[in-house]
């Protein structure tokens, strides 16, 4: 298995919903990535996880929560979302965690997010 | 801060055509350089890694070049088809980050 997964492909949340995007890997990848991408715009890091331990938080707003449950599984918990948040959020995993530097990521299909 | 720059914005060619993107950036410690393959709405697709050590790399009708000295690498698409419109972004790795390029959007023509 070669690929990265993200569910749900489309998300449509209210400013007051709470909810959960996944991402999923099963190619041994010890460090996985959060990146936001608005329309015409190229990806931003949120957050990199190695080892299933926070490594990198870009300052990101506390509305986003991440969590890594196992090696193989990335989420990103929404709550009280702001219509600027509507993005393209994409999951990306590398080999080796933040200490083997210079590996190659491959990302995941994307969830494409509103909020109204 | 790095920065990476990729020109032009957007192209569009014939069919046929032989075409260079380009990716330049500020920073020289870098671990390798990405490039990837974007179509709309949709995830990145990674098409190839140059390691900082090496000078370039080859998939098919991609070459891609790095010279670490003047901060540049070129993505060289031969003979260009019709599927290969997407937008091609360069990402510069200095560690387990990425910085992206704005992308070059590209329009091949029938």
């Known amino acids: 298995d070669t690929e990265v997964t993200q569910t749900p492909k489309h998300l449509v949340m209210g400013m007051t919903n709470k909810k959960s995007l996944k991402c999923e890997q099963h190619m041994g990848h010890r460090a996985m990535y959060w990146y936001k991408q608005k329309a015409k715009k190229p990806p931003e890091l949120m957050f990199v996880?190695?080892?299933?331990?926070?490594?990198i938080n870009e300052s990101v707003p506390s509305r986003f929560s991440p969590e890594c449950p196992n090696s193989s599984l990335l989420n990103l918990h929404l709550h009280a979302l702001q219509p600027e948040d509507s993005a393209l959020y994409l999951c990306?995993?590398?080999?080796?965690?933040?200490?083997?530097?210079?590996?190659?990521?491959?990302f995941g299909p994307g969830t494409r997010l509103t909020v109204l | 801060k790095q920065e990476v720059t990729q020109i032009p914005a957007a192209l569009s060619v014939p069919e046929g055509e032989n075409l260079v993107l380009n990716c330049s950036f500020t920073d020289s410690a870098i671990y390798n350089l990405q490039w990837f393959r974007q179509d709309p709405g949709k995830g990145l697709t990674s098409l190839l890694l140059?390691?900082?050590?090496?000078r370039e790399q080859t998939s098919g009708r991609l070459n891609a070049s790095l010279d670490k000295s003047s901060g540049r690498s070129t993505l060289y698409i031969a003979a260009s088809q019709p599927g290969d419109s997407a937008t091609y972004l360069c990402a510069f790795n200095a560690g387990n980050m990425l910085t992206f390029g704005g992308g070059t959007r590209l329009m091949v023509k029938p």
């Open positions: 990306a995993s590398s080999r080796g965690g933040v200490a083997n530097l210079g590996n190659e990521q491959f």
């Open positions: 996880y190695s080892y299933e331990k926070l490594s």
């Open positions: 140059i390691q900082s050590s090496q």
